[in-house]
């Protein structure tokens, strides 16, 4: 038997990859992350399949579960938020499984910064505005960060940022921030991306803050930060389609 670790995307179930799809209609045995993925993600795996949610489950709950499957030789989907490789808690799933000899693949799934620029129509890094994305969290109730990885230290970069699991800790966030990109810095809280009840709140390191406790939002929401988030019609084209920049698969046009 196989435990395919798999990521489902941000909710919307047509956002899963084709291969994921049919790993979950396959396995007799489904364990998904019910606080984070729709149950209508998992709705096409086998009518004869145990379908668990494993949000209140503890790690060695949901360990055992494919134990049992391994010892029945039942191939185990274990479906995860997003992308598996971010924030997806498979390390310690992983170093369980190689312990007691259970082999694992992992199937990438669409992660939320990605499929929230794609709901926004726009692109996150846009030329000589920004380049780079810095995908972090802030230390609250959670694990700590390494010492070296904090909110200012990124934000010195000035690359776009999409901070995860802090939305209840916003005014830490404008405070670090203001210095670096500026009190009018445009801001996106994520709400929920692809579920029904997606939403999305534009607002700036100033104000963000009172526009999110206005919404009451508390909870399951990515904060993007960044200048490409705005309006921004003056930039120059990217080399990439430029008749004056030649690479292997386009010589330079003749003048």
Known sequence: MTVHFIGAGPGDPELLTLKAQRQIRECPVCLYAGSL???AVVAEAPKSARVLDTAPMTLAETHAE???AHAAGQDVARVHSG????YGAIAEQIRLLKRDG???DITPGVPAYAAAAA???QELTVPEIAQSIVL???SMKSTSMPPRETLENFART???????LGIRNLREIKRVLTPHYGADCPVVVAY???WPDQAFLRGTVADIHARVRAEKITRTALILVGPALGEVGDFRDSALYDPAVPHVLRPKVKG
């Not at 992308?83 to 971010?86: A, G, R, T």
């Not at 000035?158 to 995860?164: K, Q, V, Y």
């Open 136 to 138: 972090t969290r802030v």
């Open 119 to 121: 709901a926004l129509g």
């Open 66 to 68: 494919i134990v049992a």
């Open 158 to 164: 000035g690359a776009t940022l999409a901070i995860h």
């Open 83 to 86: 992308d598996p490789s971010l």
């Open 192 to 194: 929920r991306v692809g």
């Open 37 to 39: 993925v729709p149950a």
């Open 102 to 104: 259970i082999p694992y």
